[in-house]
């Protein structure tokens, strides 16, 4: 059975830093790609950033030179380091498995979906 769990989610102030992480069980993690998602209310969900198996990297336009996504495959973690965020970060953010190697940034790739962690940035 696939777990995902996420944590390291808060409220901080804009300009702020967190480092969200995903801790991943019962799934061949090294093999897919991973990613994650945020929604903010009365919004849709959209696509942050993913890593392939390959270790490419995708990042929405919006959290490019912002967002750091990474994966330590001892660990079966991925994380996201969240730099300079801005208010229109916030949001319930969300760790995702894909059944594909390869999947970007696109929901509808993915099969398996934590919880989420929530952040708040304030101005």
């Known amino acids: 059975q696939v777990q995902l769990v996420e944590s390291g989610g808060g409220s901080v102030q804009a300009g702020g830093s967190l480092r969200l992480s995903c801790a991943v069980s019962?799934?061949?993690?090294?093999?897919?790609?991973m990613g994650w998602f945020r929604q903010a209310p009365g919004k849709e969900r959209e696509g942050v950033a993913s890593i392939d198996s390959d270790g490419r990297l995708t990042y929405a336009d919006s959290v490019k030179g912002r967002f750091t996504i990474s994966k330590v495959n001892a660990e079966n973690t991925l994380y996201l380091q969240m730099n300079s965020l801005k208010p229109e970060d916030t949001a319930m953010y969300y760790c995702?498995?894909?059944?594909?190697?390869?999947?970007?940034?696109?929901?509808?790739?993915?099969?398996?979906w934590g919880q989420g962690t929530q952040v708040t940035v304030s101005s």
């Open positions: 019962g799934y061949t993690y090294s093999r897919y790609c």
């Open positions: 995702a498995a894909s059944a594909f190697p390869v999947a970007g940034i696109k929901s509808l790739f993915y099969n398996y």
